[in-house]
């Protein structure tokens, strides 16, 4: 029985140490169960109860059955905390606390602390052991922590924290004693007199979303706090602090740090150790960091004082992952290895990897002692500090995807030792930047597809600093990307220029590992350096400030060469070069300028300045004295110098110039570009100066040019720029710069000041009178007259603007044109008698001509004799509203854009067509001028003026006045009558011009070398009067014929003339034909004489739409609604007709240069979407013509079959039925007795219409 029971207890302390660990108390003072009944709000009373009279030595284990329980509180005897089951115990607090506001469990001043399985979650304060011998944290879990951070260890000696999660926890600052850290999760701080070893072991832990924060609020600043050495903000998973006189093991093993913040050092892990701690090693080994956070050390923040009398302190970091990580520096890890003369620190950083990592660099090495090279290598280049014997190590290491603007690892002030395989690619950033220090390489050292975005040295970037080459070392630097130097960029180095060049290279950025015996010359390297396919704007392989320092090459004369440096078989067959180049490429410099294969390159030693080849306005004159040019250029206009800069090798390369005003100028010039980079294949650079004023300073502006550099070795060089002010070019004036006259029209200046952009349709014209330069004269040019040309204008749009060439006025007119308003055509071409155009005149157009005339007499005859048989063709309202719009329209859209150009000629060909005038653009003879294309738009007035009276007159002859009808006599007029008009004004429209000397002429607008009412143009203008008199004679004659019939002779006939105008209009309006002829009238009249302004058209529509809208004078609905779309039509167009409005509403798509004319064979691009809106406006008159006709046969068609089934139910219904049949006799039927009666008194349907036929009789018989 006895033995059964003890086999029973065993499996049960088994059982127990399976599940719940076998750490306890070393020596129980007592074992205690808790309940949640018991217990649950208040723990911490509780165990007090139990152990009021143990004492600081002794350690009680306390179980508690699963629930939730309120802990706070602080206890002052070891404890080990866990569960009783299985069963998940949970710890949270209250927010009022006993003894420490800012405690949430608290052990103090006892041997032991254990926590094992339990939930600490959602409280303000932290769980703290404080001077606790031993702490060990297993299994637990730390969640929503937010004030004091999670859990908060100080002055423990032994810490084990394992298989513990920390999530989202916050500390905000609030533990303000020396050495104590504020991490956002854990934190292991130790500040006390302390001979015994300690350690610290953090494994398999997860901390995620954990934030240290720099909470400033309790003192006056930072540097406060830092000076007092409080640590806020830093650690953001975990923070250990140290400052103690005795050796110090920290492991962290095997875990994951995911998404912590620090305010400012380690975004993940903080270590700092004192000055006083040696012999202490931390090992950092296989974790995961992903995605933390902080202003340095996203991934890990190290401080590390290098050591005290008990021996070196040693910090590896390996087989760790570091990815994603981000900080202002040192994304991935800082290390700040600090010497106090003491003994080494010895750093190993081994076996890791650097992913995707973001900030101004990934891994920083940095002394806060300086080092600095003195020209000559040393044993002792810390300023007499002796330096660490043992380097810190980087091993086997991968940086790849990295982004860092500072470089990818940088070592400063500290010198490196690279062992193993190490490898940069696809980094962002300089990968190895070495600043103030030497870096040893024993062993393999890659640089692949790494990229600088306009920076320098993707692979390696000197500041100051070297590499050293050991036997069988390897560096590969192959695909890197640059700007100024892709492969190695090396900033001056801080050295007199006396030790340049001096035995062993001692100051180049490559050296080689000393050898007791001798220096070695290059050719005894036995490493080496591949430089393969690199890409950069100058210097892809290599950019040195001063590549002397690395001239050494032999032991015997001459001794010093770079090219033998880099290229011992350039020199002598015999010598070997560790360096090989293959493959590098320089955007900036072409194969010529090139150093040879090797793509060498420095910064510029010496210039040539000269005038620049291209074609500028400004000139500029070589003098004898070298470095020295002479300008002459308007204020703001753009001077180029063409500047040859070259490097010590005597090849150009990619320099910096910087300019400044001469001290007698500075008051009153200012220079847009002072400083500017010159490239080996874009040597021109340009420049502009601007007065202080707006008065011209006649004096010589001298400018002063350097050549900076970065070297500070190099004197600099000057070149003198001395220019001569001229007056601002026509068509600009003086605001400091020349700039453009927008009043005159000007909506764009070139650069060139040779070019004047102009508002569309404008033409330009320099007058001179005592002004050398002239001044500018804009007016309106005539339609098709002036060049379109797209181009894009100073106020970000593109027009169809007008563009005058000060140096080729004729440069603005259409092709074939020249002279004043572009009005003449050139010799050999003559005038078109529809469009104006100035083509070639071929002869089949006179027999064309004849061919039109005969045939537009044919025409008139048969419009002016048809109406006589055919009774029914009678003028209708609907015409007048027709020819109106179509005769009209396409003297309102002659201003519209070019890409409207074909639009605008099918209205014209169909208007000319209308007019009885030429539907095809005819000339009359070679060198015909304008005044004839206008003369024979003459000819259907004067065939209607001859034919009208012959076709009466044979009327009168034949006997058949009685048959005469005047309706073909007005058709015809109708026609002819708006081309007339337009006709007529155009002749008469004159204008006020300048000659080149400023003297006023009035010449004819169609042609600026005739002058008006002078030779020709005096016969003309008559006859343009007479007919415009005649046309008003006739108006006034139709008025009197309307209102004064009785007074004149042969009444009848003039009544009958007049009768046809009549037709269509209600009877109190009759005389409206005369309104609508009025209406062309003054309609043409301002289409013809306006320029830029639309206002009086305008008016004149809108009166009229007023008038037709309110009288509605037509007999017909439709003619009044026809009429009122038309109107309301020309409208639109009429606004559209402003070019300002058309291109403020929407821009084309065309290039920003001037595009080709059609005068060198390349016709204007007028495809454009701007038409496209629009192309309704243009036919939408013609939906409205068919409209009306397509309504009233629908209306017709559907009244016939309405009529159809109406008389088909009739006679259904009145068919009689059999009974009633038989009563009427056998040959009268009822159908026949009720057509017999509706014959007489008509359908039952048409009573009404009956009774109103009879009252309608009886007021005619009343009138007469």
């Not at 032999?554 to 090219?563: G, L, M, N, Q, R």
């Not at 039925?1217 to 039927?1229: E, R």
Request: charged letters at 15%; proline letters at 3%; one cysteine or more.
């Amino acid at each position: 029985m006895k033995m059964e029971i003890s086999i029973v207890l065993v499996l049960v302390i088994l059982a127990l140490h399976d599940n719940f660990g076998n750490a306890m108390c070393p020596n129980s003072s007592g074992n205690f169960t808790f309940t949640v009944e018991e217990c649950g709000n208040d723990v911490i009373s509780c165990i007090r109860d139990k152990t009021a009279n143990l004492t600081r030595g002794d350690c009680v284990n306390v179980f508690l059955e699963g629930g939730n329980y309120n802990v706070i509180g602080n206890l002052t005897v070891g404890l080990s905390l866990r569960p009783s089951t299985s069963s998940l115990v949970s710890l949270t607090c209250t927010e009022a606390g006993e003894e420490r506001n800012d405690s949430f469990l608290s052990v103090e001043n006892s041997s032991y602390l254990e926590l094992f399985r339990i939930s600490f979650s959602s409280c303000s304060r932290a769980v703290e052991a404080n001077n606790v011998e031993t702490v060990i944290i297993d299994s637990s879990s730390f969640k929503n922590m937010n004030g004091s951070g999670a859990l908060n260890i100080y002055n423990c000696l032994n810490v084990t924290v394992v298989d513990t999660i920390f999530t989202d926890c916050i500390n905000q600052g609030r533990f303000l004693e020396p050495y104590r850290g504020n991490s956002g999760a854990l934190s292991i701080g130790f500040e006390m007199e302390s001979k015994q070893a300690k350690s610290y072991i953090i494994e398999n832990c997860t901390f995620n979303a954990s934030f240290a924060l720099a909470n400033y609020t309790r003192q006056s600043s930072s540097t406060e706090l830092a000076l007092k050495n409080i640590f806020n903000g830093r650690g953001g998973g975990l923070a250990l602090i140290f400052n103690a006189t005795s050796s110090i093991t920290v492991q962290v093993i095997g875990s994951t740090f995911y998404g912590n913040k620090a305010a400012f050092a380690g975004g993940a892990i903080m270590v700092f150790l004192e000055e006083d701690i040696g012999n202490s090693d931390i090992l950092i080994e296989g974790n995961f960091f992903l995605e933390n956070c902080a202003d340095r050390g996203g991934g890990i923040a190290f401080a590390l004082f290098s050591g005290s009398s008990l021996g070196p302190n040693t910090l590896n970091v390996t087989s760790n992952v570091f990815e994603s990580n981000k900080a202002t520096r040192a994304a991935g890890l800082f290390v700040i290895p600090a010497y106090n003369g003491m003994n080494n620190v010895t750093i190993s950083l081994d076996n890791s990897s650097f992913r995707n990592n973001e900030g101004l660099s990934t891994v920083v090495f940095s002394s806060l002692r300086s080092f600095l090279l003195t020209g000559i290598r040393t044993t002792q280049p810390f300023g007499g500090h002796s330096p660490p014997t043992l380097r810190p190590v980087m091993e086997n290491m991968r940086f790849e995807n990295n982004t860092a603007e500072s470089g990818v690892v940088v070592a400063i002030n500290y010198p490196l030792l690279l062992k193993g395989k190490n490898i940069f690619t696809k980094n962002q950033g300089s990968s190895l930047r070495i600043v103030s220090t030497v870096v040893r390489l024993e062993g393999y050292l890659g640089f692949f597809d790494n990229v600088v975005s306009g920076g320098r040295g993707s692979a390696m970037l000197f500041s100051n600093g070297q590499i050293e080459l050991t036997r069988d070392s390897e560096i590969a630097m192959e695909g890197n990307i640059g700007s100024i130097g892709a492969a190695i960029f090396s900033e001056p180095v801080l050295a007199q220029s006396q030790f340049l060049q001096t035995i062993g290279n001692p100051s180049c950025f490559f050296v080689y590992e000393e050898d007791d015996n001798r220096i070695l010359g290059v050719q005894d390297w036995k490493a080496s350096v591949i430089i393969s396919s690199n890409r950069a704007q100058v210097g892809s392989a290599i950019y040195a400030d001063q590549i002397e320092q690395c001239s050494y090459y032999i032991d015997e004369s001459p001794f010093f060469d770079v090219t033998c440096f880099f290229d011992g078989n350039v020199c002598n067959t015999s010598i070997s070069s560790p360096f090989t180049f293959s493959d590098n490429t320089n955007s900036r410099q072409s194969e010529s300028t090139r150093h040879h294969h090797l793509s060498i390159a420095t910064p510029p030693a010496k210039f040539k300045i000269a005038c620049s080849n291209l074609s500028l306005t400004s000139n500029c004159n070589e003098t004898q004295i070298s470095n020295v040019l002479k300008v002459e250029a308007f204020p703001g206009e753009t001077i180029a110098i063409a500047l040859s800069v070259l490097d010590d090798l005597n090849f150009p390369t990619y320099g910096v110039i910087s300019l400044e005003i001469a001290d007698d100028s500075k008051s009153k010039v200012h220079i847009n570009d002072t400083v500017f980079s010159i490239y080996p294949d874009e040597p021109n650079y340009f420049f502009s100066y601007t007065f202080q004023s707006d008065l011209y300073k006649k004096d010589i502006v001298n400018i002063i040019g350097s050549l900076s550099s970065t070297g500070q070795r190099r004197d600099r060089e000057f070149f003198y720029i001395e220019i001569s002010p001229k007056l601002c070019p026509v068509g600009q004036f003086l605001n400091g710069s020349c700039k453009c006259s927008f009043d005159k029209g000007v909506v764009h200046c070139d650069s060139l000041a040779t070019t004047l952009i102009l508002k569309p349709n404008l033409w330009g014209l320099v007058v001179r009178e005592n002004d050398e330069h002239g001044k500018l004269h804009t007016t309106f040019c005539p339609p098709g007259y002036c060049r379109c040309n797209i181009s894009s204008t100073s106020l970000s749009r593109k027009d169809c603007n007008s563009v005058f060439n000060l140096n080729d006025p004729n440069s603005q007119c259409s092709c074939g044109r020249h002279g004043y308003l572009c009005g003449s055509c050139n010799e050999g071409f003559s005038v078109s008698a529809l469009f104006l155009h100035c083509e070639v005149c071929n002869d089949g157009y006179g027999a064309l001509i004849a061919l039109l005339i005969l045939i537009d007499s044919i025409v008139i005859v048969i419009i002016q004799t048809l109406p006589i048989y055919m009774e029914k063709l009678k003028m209708n309202s609907i015409l007048y509203s027709a020819l109106f719009f179509f005769q009209i329209a396409p003297y309102a859209t002659s201003r519209y854009p070019v890409f409207h150009g074909d639009y605008y000629e099918t209205l014209r060909y169909f208007g000319s067509l209308l007019g009885l005038y030429f539907p095809y653009d005819v000339c009359l003879y070679n060198n015909a001028t304008a005044l004839e294309a206008f003369s024979i738009r003459y000819v259907p007035f004067i065939l209607a003026l001859i034919i009208t009276p012959t076709v009466i007159g044979i009327m009168w002859l034949l006997k058949t006045r009685q048959k005469i009808t005047y309706e073909g006599v007005w058709i015809v007029w109708m026609l002819i009558l708006n081309d007339i008009f337009a006709t007529s004004f155009g002749v008469l429209n004159c204008t006020s011009l300048p000659d080149q000397n400023n003297q006023a002429r009035l010449v004819w607008f169609y042609d600026g070398t005739v002058e008006c009412f002078s030779g020709a143009h005096a016969a003309l203008a008559v006859w343009a009067i007479l007919v415009l008199l005649l046309c008003i004679l006739a108006i006034g004659f139709l008025l009197l014929v309307m209102y004064r019939p009785k007074k004149l002779k042969f009444r009848r006939i003039i009544r009958k003339m007049a009768e046809p105008v009549k037709n269509g209009f209600l009877d109190e309006y009759q005389y409206w034909f005369v309104i609508d002829i009025a209406r062309r009238f003054l309609l043409i009249a301002c289409l013809v004489f306006e320029t830029d302004k639309e206002n009086a058209a305008m008016f004149v529509l809108s009166v009229y739409f007023w008038m037709y809208a309110y009288f509605k004078p037509y007999k017909l609905a439709t003619s009044n609604i026809f009429e009122l779309l038309l109107l309301f039509n020309f409208w639109i167009m009429e606004t559209l007709r402003s070019v300002s409005f058309l291109n403020d509403t929407i821009n084309d798509t065309h290039s920003n240069s001037v595009e080709p004319s059609d005068c060198d064979g390349i016709n204007v691009n007028r495809a454009n979407i701007l038409i496209v809106p629009f192309i309704i406006i243009y036919y939408l008159p013609v939906l409205y013509l068919f409209l009306p006709i397509t309504v009233a046969i629908v209306r017709k068609c559907s009244s016939k079959a309405n009529t159809y089934v109406k008389n088909y139910r009739n006679k259904k219904r009145q068919e009689p039925k059999s009974a009633d049949k038989s009563m009427l006799p056998k040959n009268v039927t009822h159908t026949t007795v009720e057509t017999g009666f509706y014959s007489l008194v008509g359908s039952p349907h048409g009573i009404s219409t009956l009774q109103d036929t009879i009252s309608s009789s009886e007021k005619t018989t009343s009138s007469i």
